[in-house]
C-alpha cells in the first residue's frame, strides 16, 4: 500500500472511530490512547503512535464535554498526528504538536457541524408531521456528514505536514521540539494528579 | 421493546444540535415504546413531536429518563392523554438530576482513570515509552493495544450495564420526577472512584519519579539528578500556576515549546538528554 493510500485509510479510520466521541457509542474508542497506536500501527509505526497518543490523551483529559461545549477533538489530534509522521514525514516530536494543533483546530467545525444542524429540526418536524416517522435517515446523514468532515481535515492536515516538511530548515526545529516533547509526560501527569486531587479536596 | 430503544439509546447524541441538542437521538430511542403504546398514526405522530422538543442530558444516564418517559407514554396510552400533563416538567427534572450525576461520574472520573489504567498497564508489561519519549525498546504492537483496551473495556463495561439499568430502572417506576434517582447511591460512587482516581493518580506520580531516578542515578552526578528531578516538578509547578490564572493546559504546553525551540533551536544551546 502507498503511503497516500495508507493515508487515506487512516483518515477513513479516524472518521469512523471519530463517530464514537459524540454521536454513535461512547465507548471512547475515538481516544488518542486507542487511535495514536491503531493508526501508527497501520502506517508501520505503531511505537510512535502510541506515543502521540498517549501524551494527547494526557494533554486533552483536562477538557470535559459538558453542557454542549465542544472540546478539542483528541481522535482528530491523534490521527493528525500519527499521519503528520508517517505519511508527512515530520519528526515525531513536531508532528505531535502539530496533533495538538489539529485537534483545537477541528473544535471550530466541530461547532459549525452541530449548529448546521440546528437547520434541520424543521425538515425533521415537517416530515413526522407529513406522517413519515423515518428518524433513522436523519441520524444517518448527521454521522456521515461528521464522518466525512473528520476524514477530510485529518487528511488535509496530513498534506499540509507533508508540504511543511519540504521546507528548509525544518530540521533546525527538532532539537527544540525534541525537548519540549520530552517534557509534555510531566505535563499531562500534572494535569491527570490535579484532577483528582481538586475533587479529594472538594470531598466529591 | 426495551432492548430496542436499549440499542437505539447509543445514538441519542447522533443528531446533536444547538437548538434542541439530544431531541432528534431521544425521539428516536423513545420510538419503539411510542409505536407500541399509539397504534394509532395521527396519536404516534404527536407522540413523536412532542419528544422531538429540546432535551439535553449525560448520555449514559439518557437510559433512565427514556425508561421512564416510555412508561409515561404507555400509561398515557391506557389511562388518558391528561396523564400527559405532568410529562415535560418530569422529563426536565431527571434530565438535568442525571445529567449532573452522569457528568461527574462518567467524564469527571470514570474517563481520566482509562488513561491511568492504560499507563499502569503498559507500566506492568515494561512499557514506558509513555514517560521516556526518546526510548524505542522493543515493545509489541499487542502490548501498545493492551493499555488502551484495559481501560476502554473497564469503562464500557459499566457504562453499558449503566445503560441499560437505566432503562429497566426507569421503565419500572416511570411517571415521577425522581423515579430511579435513589438506583445506586451516587454520592457514595462518586467519592469512591474520587478516592480511587487519586490513589492510582498518586502511584503513577510515584512510579514516574521513580522510574526517572532509577535510570539516571547510575549514570550522572548528584547535581544533574537534582536538574533532573528538578524539572519535571517546575512543569507540575508550571501546570498548576496556570491552572490557578485559569489558562488551559495548551497554554503551558505552547509556553513550554516556545521556550524550548528559542533555547535549543535559534539560539543553538545543546539541549541535554533528559530522558534517555
Redesign the interface.
Known amino acids: 500500500m502507498t503511503a497516500v493510500l495508507k493515508a487515506a485509510v487512516s483518515a477513513a479510520l479516524a472518521g469512523l472511530l471519530g463517530l464514537d466521541a459524540?454521536?454513535?457509542?461512547?465507548?471512547?474508542?475515538s481516544?488518542p490512547?486507542?487511535v495514536g497506536?491503531?493508526l501508527?500501527?497501520l502506517n508501520g509505526c505503531?511505537?510512535e503512535?502510541?506515543?502521540i497518543?498517549?501524551?494527547l490523551?494526557?494533554?486533552y483529559?483536562?477538557?470535559?464535554?459538558?453542557g454542549?461545549v465542544v472540546p478539542?477533538n483528541g481522535c482528530a489530534a491523534a490521527a493528525a498526528g500519527v499521519l503528520a509522521h508517517s505519511a508527512g514525514g515530520l519528526a515525531?516530536?513536531l508532528a505531535f504538536?502539530a496533533g495538538?494543533a489539529a485537534g483545537?483546530g477541528y473544535a471550530p467545525l466541530e461547532y459549525r457541524l452541530?449548529?448546521?444542524?440546528?437547520g434541520?429540526?424543521a425538515f425533521?418536524?415537517a416530515q413526522?408531521?407529513a406522517?413519515d416517522?423515518r428518524?433513522?435517515r436523519?441520524?444517518a446523514r448527521?454521522?456521515l456528514v461528521e464522518n466525512l468532515a473528520l476524514g477530510g481535515y485529518v487528511l488535509a492536515v496530513a498534506g499540509a505536514a507533508a508540504l511543511v516538511n519540504l521546507l528548509p530548515g525544518v530540521a533546525?526545529?527538532?532539537?527544540?521540539?525534541?525537548?519540549?516533547?520530552?517534557?509534555?509526560?510531566?505535563?499531562?501527569?500534572?494535569?491527570?494528579?490535579?484532577?483528582?486531587?481538586t475533587?479529594?479536596y472538594k470531598?466529591? | 421493546m426495551l432492548f430496542k430503544m436499549f440499542l437505539r439509546s447509543?445514538?441519542i447524541?447522533?443528531?446533536?444540535?444547538?437548538?434542541?441538542?439530544q431531541?432528534?437521538?431521544f425521539?428516536?430511542a423513545l420510538?419503539p415504546a411510542l409505536e407500541k403504546a399509539w397504534p394509532d398514526?395521527e396519536k404516534?405522530?404527536a407522540a413523536?413531536?412532542r419528544h422531538?422538543q429540546i432535551f439535553?442530558t449525560q448520555?449514559?444516564m439518557a437510559s433512565f429518563v427514556i425508561g421512564n418517559i416510555a412508561r409515561m407514554e404507555e400509561r398515557a396510552a391506557e389511562a388518558g392523554e391528561d396523564q400527559l400533563k405532568h410529562m415535560p416538567g418530569v422529563k426536565q427534572a431527571l434530565a438535568s438530576s442525571f445529567?449532573s450525576i452522569g457528568?461527574?461520574i462518567f467524564?469527571?472520573?470514570l474517563?481520566?482513570m482509562?488513561?491511568?489504567i492504560?499507563?499502569l498497564v503498559?507500566s506492568a508489561c515494561g512499557f514506558y515509552?509513555?514517560?521516556?519519549?526518546?526510548m524505542?525498546g522493543a515493545?509489541s504492537?499487542g502490548v501498545?493495544?493492551a493499555?488502551?483496551?484495559a481501560?476502554?473495556a473497564a469503562?464500557?463495561v459499566f457504562?453499558v450495564y449503566i445503560r441499560w439499568k437505566g432503562l429497566k430502572a426507569g421503565y419500572a417506576c416511570g411517571g415521577s420526577a425522581n423515579c430511579a434517582l435513589d438506583a445506586a447511591n451516587w454520592?457514595r460512587l462518586?467519592?469512591l472512584l474520587?478516592?480511587a482516581?487519586?490513589a492510582?493518580?498518586?502511584a503513577?506520580?510515584l512510579l514516574?519519579f521513580g522510574l526517572l531516578a532509577g535510570f539516571n542515578c547510575g549514570s550522572c552526578r548528584p547535581a544533574d539528578l537534582l536538574l533532573k528531578l528538578g524539572?519535571?516538578l517546575a512543569?507540575?509547578a508550571?501546570?498548576?500556576v496556570m491552572?490557578a490564572l485559569g489558562r488551559?493546559?495548551?497554554f503551558?504546553?505552547g509556553l513550554?515549546?516556545a521556550?524550548?525551540?528559542?533555547?535549543?533551536?535559534?539560539l543553538g544551546l545543546q539541549?541535554f538528554e533528559?530522558?534517555l
Open positions: 459524540v454521536q454513535a457509542g461512547q465507548f471512547l474508542l481516544r490512547a486507542l497506536p491503531l501508527g500501527w505503531p511505537l503512535g502510541a506515543k497518543g498517549i501524551l490523551e494526557l494533554l483529559i483536562d477538557f470535559i464535554p459538558v454542549g478539542p515525531p516530536s504538536f495538538v483545537v452541530r449548529a448546521s444542524r440546528s434541520l429540526n425533521i418536524d413526522v408531521s406522517g416517522f428518524l433513522r436523519w441520524l448527521a454521522m533546525r526545529l527538532y532539537p527544540g521540539t525534541d525537548f519540549a516533547y520530552s517534557l509534555m509526560p510531566w505535563l499531562g501527569l500534572s494535569g491527570l494528579y490535579f484532577r483528582f486531587r475533587q479529594i470531598k466529591g | 447509543f445514538f447524541q447522533a443528531g446533536w444540535n444547538y437548538e434542541r441538542f431531541s432528534l437521538g425521539a428516536f420510538q398514526r404516534l405522530k413523536l413531536l422531538l439535553n448520555p449514559y445529567a457528568d461527574r467524564w469527571g472520573r474517563k481520566p482509562t488513561v491511568q492504560c499507563l503498559w515509552g509513555w514517560l521516556f519519549t526518546g524505542d515493545v504492537f501498545l493495544l493499555g488502551p483496551l481501560g476502554i469503562y464500557s457504562s454520592p462518586i467519592r474520587s478516592a482516581g487519586f492510582m493518580s498518586l503513577i506520580a514516574a524539572l519535571p512543569v507540575l508550571l501546570h498548576r491552572r488551559s493546559v495548551f503551558s504546553a513550554i515549546l521556550a524550548s525551540v528559542l533555547l535549543f533551536s535559534l539541549p533528559l530522558y
